[in-house]
């Protein structure tokens, strides 16, 4: 494979780029001692990225040779990911700072597309780049940018400019629980029991189940069951932790990272000595460069104080690509590969990480582990409403006057959850509709808005609670437009291994642009993608387009 017209060959000299000294000594000097393994490919162009702004197809080839990698790999794998910049020989390198505007359908409500036309037009572009992303977590915030590694919530191009201006590009860390304030409250005593045998796996796992505790990263399976699963199967055996929340819509667990990490890193450490997991792989979207900053400095911490002992955690950085939220492309990526899903069966708790047993979990999931324990499951199951069990986080943004993560009972309903958590419509909106979860959940209409929010309850209406991301609409907001944003985002984010999903987003956002919404021909996609598509990404990519014509007719003057 090659990048560009690469350089003249002597005759001695191999076919194909030639290997120049000087970026072979750079790749070594950025990489230093870290091992050159396949697994960490992602980790070492993030290396090379950070340090140049770019990848060169002089440092790719050095990469490749180092790596004893052909080019064709190391191409194939950042290529695929958004957030790498590849260079070849004649092309311009990228301005050295970027200016990422969110434009998913939260910050498309709150003008994203003006701000960045206006920040586009008072900018040298060889000194900064504009890029219109998709959700970058930030929605209670919205419109969101990001100036580097800066975050700015409700962007305008004041504020933003003002970054700029002051030069504050690094990301800025919030105020957390440290390890001495955590272990203060009582923090890893719960793991001290389960290293001397006070609690094994079978038990926690029980309490889990009786607490009611799911999968709360979107698929809801009972979290006690996965336990047991992956603890009668033989070793050597992972855990994973997905903390690439990429959903429109979805930032709860950046909420709580950036607040109280331990939670989560205490829970990751009592499920891996519970079922004898080797390894905890910690998958963190790059997107949150300050929950990033936070962990590393956490988890070295845990090493420092004796804390970490025979089980590492390992904190692998995303690189900007939505499919990686899906559990086996996670672990490919992980794997140091392109983010592709796996065909199942087998699943990932039999063949997973590196082919071996794996137990995945949620961010959110971990970090009631503590509480549930320590608290008795019955006081968790207790929290919820109308016979569901747990508290959940919502993620809620929109058209509400206190967005933001709202702990809130399983079962709760919109209604409940607009008028006692969030202070109600923003002043001159009157409830439409919302995003029960994210953006492929589908959209429901603010007269099913007494519906109990939780697993398994909006299924009757074609929609699900996915993440437990709501985005509230208004009487303010074109329900066409928001469900094209939507498709746009799948298409974007199609991973495009299989036709089913990558033409057909492609083909429905063709429609729904040309304003094309023939019943007809969207039944007919939509059920080639629903029935034929590998993963959730294109069976549900569909999910608002069949929403806003069932239940949105008004929109078509019906």
């Known amino acids: 494979m090659s990048f560009g017209k690469g350089l003249s060959r002597k005759p001695s000299q191999t076919k194909g780029r030639q290997l120049e000294d000087a970026a072979l000594a750079e790749v070594q000097a950025i990489l230093g001692d870290e091992p050159r393994r396949r697994d960490l490919l992602i980790e070492h162009l993030h290396k090379i990225q950070d340090a140049f702004g770019c990848l060169e197809a002089r440092h790719l080839k050095a990469l490749a040779d180092e790596m004893k990698l052909s080019q064709a ?76 590694k800066r975050a700015v919530d409700n962007a305008s191009e004041l504020s933003v400019r003002a970054v700029l201006f002051e030069g504050e590009t690094a990301a800025e860390i919030p105020d957390h629980v440290k390890l001495d304030a955590y272990r203060t409250g009582g923090g890893y005593k719960l793991l001290d029991r389960v290293r001397a045998g006070e609690l094994d796996a079978a038990a926690i796992a029980d309490m889990a189940l009786e607490a009611g505790l799911r999968g709360l990263g979107g698929a809801g399976f009972p979290t006690g069951t996965k336990w047991k699963i992956v603890n009668d199967l033989p070793g050597p055996k992972y855990l994973t ?22 939670r989560l890193l205490e829970g990751a450490l009592i499920a891996a000595h519970a079922i004898s997991a080797d390894r905890i792989y910690l998958y963190m979207r790059d997107e949150y460069p300050a929950v990033l900053e936070i962990l590393k400095a956490e988890i070295e911490a845990l090493r420092t104080a004796g804390i970490i002992t025979s089980i590492d955690i390992e904190l692998r950085r995303g ?64 929290q919820g409403r109308r016979d569901k069990k747990g508290f959940r986080s919502f993620s809620v943004s929109g058209r509400v006057k206190e967005p933001g993560v709202k702990l ?25 509709g919302y995003l029960p979860g994210g953006a492929s959940g589908g959209i429901l209409p603010a007269s099913l808005a007494d519906e109990p929010l939780d697993f398994g309850t909006l299924d009757k209406h074609g929609c699900f609670i996915g993440s437990h991301a709501i985005v509230v609409f208004s009487d303010q907001d074109d329900m066409r437009d928001v469900a094209l944003n939507l498709m746009r985002f799948f298409k974007h984010e199609s991973c495009g291994q299989c036709t089913p999903c990558r033409s057909g987003t492609e083909k429905m956002e063709h429609l729904l642009a040309e304003g094309d919404w023939d019943e007809a021909k969207i039944a007919d996609l939509d059920a080639v993608m629903r029935s034929a598509s590998i993963c959730g990404l294109g069976q549900a990519a569909s999910n608002p387009v069949a929403s806003v014509l069932k239940f949105f007719p008004e929109e078509f003057g019906k």
């Open 73 to 148: 790999e190391i191409y194939e794998v950042a290529s695929f990911y958004h957030h790498f910049d590849i260079v070849r020989e004649g092309d311009a390198k990228p301005a050295p700072l970027t200016i990422r505007v969110c434009d998913s359908v939260a910050c498309a409500q709150k003008g994203a597309d003006a701000l960045a036309a206006a920040l586009e037009g008072g900018v040298d572009p060889a000194k900064v780049r504009i890029q219109k992303v998709p959700c970058i977590g930030r929605c209670a915030g919205a419109p969101a940018v990001q100036v580097g």
């Open 241 to 262: 932790i997905n903390g690439d929340e990429g959903e429109p819509g979805t930032f709860k667990d950046r909420y709580h990272l950036e607040r109280d990490p331990h």
């Open 408 to 432: 809130a009972p399983a079962g709760v309903t919109m209604n409940e959850l607009l008028n006692e958590f969030c202070g109600g419509m923003e002043d001159g909106h009157s409830f439409k």
């Open 319 to 382: 690189a900007g690509a939505y499919i990686c939220g899906e559990e086996s492309a996670m672990i490919e990526s992980i794997e140091g590969k392109r983010g592709l899903p796996r065909h199942r069966p087998p699943f990932i708790a039999q063949v997973g990480l590196f082919g071996r047993p794996t137990l995945n979990h949620n961010v959110e999931t971990l970090f009631w582990i503590r509480d549930i324990v320590e608290k008795g499951p019955e006081w968790f199951a207790a």
